[in-house]
C-alpha cells in the first residue's frame, strides 16, 4: 500500500512539472514538416516527444530538438523565416525555461 501511495505521488508530481506553453501566429506558418493555419497554439514537451495542440484541442505531433540556452527566457517566443514565400518556425524559446525548440 506504501508503495503504490509513494508511486502515486511521484505521478503527481511529474504530471505538475509538464508545462504548457502558448504562443499565437497571425499568418500560415511551418513547423518542421506541419503547415499550421492561423491562431493560437499550446506546445508541450513529452519526454523527446514535442506536441501542439490548437485552440480546438486538435494534437500536432511536430518534429523539433529540445536544447539547452545559456540563459532563462523571461517569456515564450516564436522565432520565423520566410523564405521562397513560406512562413517557417525556426525557434521557440519557453518562457521561465533555459530551454528552446529548434526546428529543421
Known amino acids: 500500500m506504501l508503495k503504490r501511495i509513494a508511486l502515486l505521488a511521484l505521478l503527481a508530481v511529474s504530471l ?16 518542421g514538416n506541419v503547415q499550421l493555419p492561423t491562431g493560437e497554439y499550446s506546445v508541450k514537451i513529452d519526454g523527446s516527444q514535442i506536441i501542439l495542440t490548437d485552440s480546438d484541442g486538435h494534437r500536432i505531433d511536430v518534429i523539433a530538438k529540445v536544447e539547452a540556452a545559456g540563459q532563462k527566457f523571461d517569456y515564450t517566443a516564436v522565432w520565423t523565416t520566410k523564405t521562397d514565400g513560406v512562413n517557417r518556425i525556426e525557434m521557440i524559446q519557453l518562457g521561465n525555461t533555459t530551454n528552446k525548440l529548434v526546428f529543421e
Open 16 to 31: 505538475a512539472c509538464a508545462k504548457t506553453y502558448t504562443f499565437t501566429i497571425t499568418e500560415p506558418t511551418q513547423a
